[in-house]
């Protein structure tokens, strides 16, 4: 209506002049589309080809949906989210539009033979281990693929392989280099090495106290008064020195102390459990539905039983089944004679699980078996407990009853909590399901607040945070769901009300970001105690290493490693042929020790090497080149294909480095967060 008056208005010269005025704008952002560089669109370009941002995002969401897969709970949303991570896969999608390009210039090419061989040997497009149509079709209408599209995709991926394989096909590696990598790999070491731990001390301003205070009251004659005062100046000459250490420390080391990207998160949840039911359950209704589900509170009457089969096959002829059933029956006459059914069942019994077992066939209740096998054991009773020759599709059976275990039912009192706490649930689910989606219709209609929600389903607008991409242990920021929706572009950019995030079963959450906090620096208040903890840890790597060095002076001047480890009760360690797979040593002391160069001559090589958690003074006596034994000779061709495999690699990729260092690449570093 509104449009129409203005239709209606619009004529004559005043008509012109507005859609003149109006027509300047519009036809200048229409020019100036023509002069915007392509690039505004594009994460990076390789080669005056663009990477789109549309693009980029595509592949990586994939790439995270991949890892997740293959990761299961493992999964760490906030590692994948990592612009580290994101740079790191574009500069992945940069190396096959490198290939890609180069491929188009060499003519690289899959026939379609040869592609039509690699479609068919797709597991996934095989029945029984043969390509089967109809699945390759379902299989690509499920990913919205046609086969035309599935086709391309495929021999563009073909032809991207074509490059890496052949540079991967001509890798080879020597028989020599093959020897000195055994030589190596399977090296052993000789040594002994004393262990010399960082213990940092609990309280060093207690110990200085006390040493003061010993030697005031040695030297006092004034009595109490003196040690007091030499009690506070010890502590005040620490305290002094600590406040500056941990002030020096923090300024030193301030990239270490810093608050992570952080979110603090308002949400509304709905969770069945705590819903009330639409309506008042009695016992009315309970007992209505004990009536109506009576057959799942009461245990069967089963029957304990064995049988002799006698096999033949329902379409052989008349012959061959009058004969199974004249032997079926004669079986049956015995056993009514009073023979043994179990004897009889193991010798002649053609129904190879049971027959062992004397023909025992368990307890078995209506439904388990065929109606004609179920109708003739349910007629026997155990007065008359062995049946005549009955047929099934498997052959002649005579059956014996065994026992017979009586049905067996619970009141409706018994049942009574199970069916209240069924239909409780029931009740709450089809509450939960009505709030859930008129949640979604109100979030719908005002993403940026969840008050409406909050107002109309009378839920509680709840808070949690700040917590960085890991989450917080508790609550529903421990759930990996919810943390990665909090981070989400959605979320955290848009500034929108997010999805239903799923906490469990009919227990949902909806949630937005109430305040954002970047990465920043921790006050020293924060992380005091960090600092602290960080001084007395490095003051105690300082001490070993001096103990160990000093230590190491001894050794080198002829005191042995034995002596030492006896005179200080240190961890002696020694072995006389060290693997670099050795597990009962220490992984640090491994690494640093099968860095250490040989000795010369039969003297040892000493050494002070760093462990994660102190030093080690090592005494390397011996290195024996490795070698494999006449059992271990199979190894050799895994060892030259490990070679290969690594030359291959280090070849592709400079292969690729080649090809990025000849090619214009541009990119846009403020486009892959987003």
């Given at each position: ?132 149509t109809e699945v390759y079709q379902n299989q690509l209408t ?94 005040e000459a620490v305290a002094e020195i600590e406040e500056s ?47 109506d589900q009576s057959g799942r509170f009461i245990t069967p ?374």
């Amino acid at each position: 209506m509104l449009l129409q008056k203005f239709r209606d208005r619009l004529t004559g010269i005043m008509a012109i002049f507005i859609l003149g005025l109006l027509a300047v704008p519009f036809a200048l952002v229409g020019v100036t589309s023509y002069f915007a560089p392509e690039t505004e669109t594009n994460v990076a370009i390789v080669n005056e080809e663009g990477i789109t941002v549309t693009e980029f995002n595509s592949s990586f969401q994939n790439y995270r949906e991949r890892m997740r897969s293959l990761m299961g709970t493992s999964f760490d949303a906030a590692l994948f989210d990592d612009p580290v991570v994101r740079r790191e896969h574009l500069e992945t999608m940069i190396e096959r539009e490198l290939l890609r390009q180069v491929s188009i210039e060499t003519g690289l090419s899959v026939d379609d033979q040869f592609l039509a061989q690699a479609i068919r040997d797709v597991p996934g497009f095989q029945m029984d281990g043969v390509f089967n149509t109809e699945v390759y079709q379902n299989q690509l209408t499920s990913q919205g693929l046609t086969p035309q599209e599935f086709e391309d995709r495929m021999r563009s991926s073909m032809i991207l392989r074509q490059y890496p394989a052949t540079l991967s096909a001509s890798a080879i590696a020597t028989s020599a280099e093959v020897d000195r990598f055994i030589e190596l790999q399977q090296q052993e070491r000789a040594f002994g090495a004393l262990l010399i731990m960082a213990e940092p001390e609990e309280d060093e301003a207690e110990e200085l106290i006390e040493e003061v205070a010993e030697a005031a009251e040695e030297a006092a004659e004034e009595g109490e008064e003196v040690i007091e005062a030499a009690e506070t100046e010890a502590a005040e000459a620490v305290a002094e020195i600590e406040e500056s250490r941990i002030e020096q420390w923090y300024e030193d080391n301030a990239d270490e102390y810093r608050h992570p990207e952080r979110v603090v998160i308002e949400y509304v949840e709905l969770n069945a459990e705590l819903m009330e039911p639409e309506e008042e359950i009695d016992d009315d209704m309970l007992r209505q539905r004990f009536e109506d589900q009576s057959g799942r509170f009461i245990t069967p009457e089963a029957r304990l039983a064995s049988h002799i089969l006698i096999s033949v096959d329902p379409t052989a002829p008349e012959a061959d089944i009058e004969t199974a059933r004249q032997e079926a029956q004669a079986l049956a006459d015995r056993a009514l004679e009073g023979e043994d059914f179990a004897e009889l069942a193991r010798e002649f019994s053609e129904d190879q699980g049971s027959a062992p077992l004397g023909g025992d066939l368990d307890w078995v209740e209506p439904g388990f078996m065929v109606e004609a096998f179920e109708s003739a054991l349910y007629e026997l009773d155990m007065s008359e407990p062995i049946s005549e020759p009955v047929q099934t599709g498997f052959g002649w059976h005579i059956i014996q009853l065994r026992e017979i275990r009586p049905a067996e039912g619970m009141t409706f009192e018994e049942a009574r909590e199970t069916l209240l706490t069924e239909l409780t649930a029931e009740q709450n689910e089809r509450v939960f399901l009505d709030a859930a989606d008129r949640l979604v219709d109100i979030i719908y209609e005002d993403p940026t607040t969840l008050e409406a929600a909050a107002d109309e389903l009378d839920l509680e607008i709840q808070e949690v945070g700040p917590f960085d991409r890991s989450g917080m242990p508790g609550g529903v920021a421990a759930n990996p769901e919810f943390v990665e929706t909090a981070f989400s572009d959605l979320v955290l950019l848009q500034d929108s009300a997010s999805d239903p995030v799923d906490l469990g079963l009919n227990h949902i959450a909806v949630l937005r970001v109430r305040e954002h906090l970047p990465e920043a620096a921790k006050t020293l208040d924060e992380v005091r105690d960090e600092v602290i903890v960080a001084i007395r840890q490095d003051d105690a790597m300082k001490a070993a290493e001096a103990r160990a060095t000093a230590l190491l002076e001894r050794i080198e001047s002829g005191e042995s490693l034995e002596l030492l480890a006896e005179e200080t009760g240190l961890e002696l360690i020694e072995s006389e042929g060290a693997t670099r797979t050795s597990n009962e040593i220490r992984f640090d002391l491994r690494s640093e020790l099968f860095e250490l160069k040989a000795p010369e001559g039969d003297e040892a090589r000493y050494a002070v090497l760093p462990l994660d958690d102190g030093y080690a003074v090592v005494a390397l006596r011996d290195v024996r080149p490795g070698a494999l034994s006449e059992e271990e000779e199979a190894r050799r061709d895994s060892f030259r294909q490990r070679i290969a495999n690594v030359r291959a690699s280090s070849e592709t990729q400079a292969f690729l480095t080649a090809l990025r260092n000849q090619s214009q690449v541009q990119v846009f570093e403020d486009r892959i967060r987003n």
